[in-house]
């Protein structure tokens, strides 16, 4: 089997502003800012063969999300290599989202009295997609 994805020390590290509380810690982060290192995904290591399914599954903060959007092209990693169906997302963007789909959790995409495949339909029309 065909490995369709394939993920080496994927990793991502944001860096957040420091705010202090009050003015005179709103003058002080602006004089003299501070940063923090968020570690939001660290060394992933995953294959995933032809015919495979993924769920990514864990509590808020875990970088599912963010791994999503590695996978997917939409955030550069910090570090490591990523393949999806022979491509580097970030890389490579246009060429796989042709080829994928993405579906996040929002509650704004899903109808709760539609079945799923019945909403993925309607999106479908919606964005004047061909039916896969």
């Known amino acids: 089997m065909v490995d369709v994805l394939q993920i080496e020390a994927l990793s991502k590290v944001f860096q957040r502003r420091v705010r202090e509380p009050g003015l005179r810690g709103m003058l002080r982060s602006y004089r003299k800012p501070q940063w923090e290192t968020i570690e939001a995904v660290r060394e992933l290591h995953m294959r995933m063969a032809e015919g495979e399914a993924l769920a990514l599954i864990g509590p808020n903060g875990a ?32 060429t ?6 993405t579906v996040f959790g929002q509650r704004s995409q899903l109808w709760y009295h539609l079945p799923a495949g019945e909403t993925f339909d309607l999106l479908a029309r919606i964005y004047e997609l061909k039916p896969g």
């Open 96 to 101: 796989l989202a042709m080829n994928i789909a």
């Open 63 to 94: 970088g599912k999300s963010t791994t999503i959007k590695m996978l997917t092209g939409i955030l550069h990693p910090s570090a490591g290599t990523a393949t999806v169906l022979g491509l580097v997302p970030w890389q490579q963007r246009t």
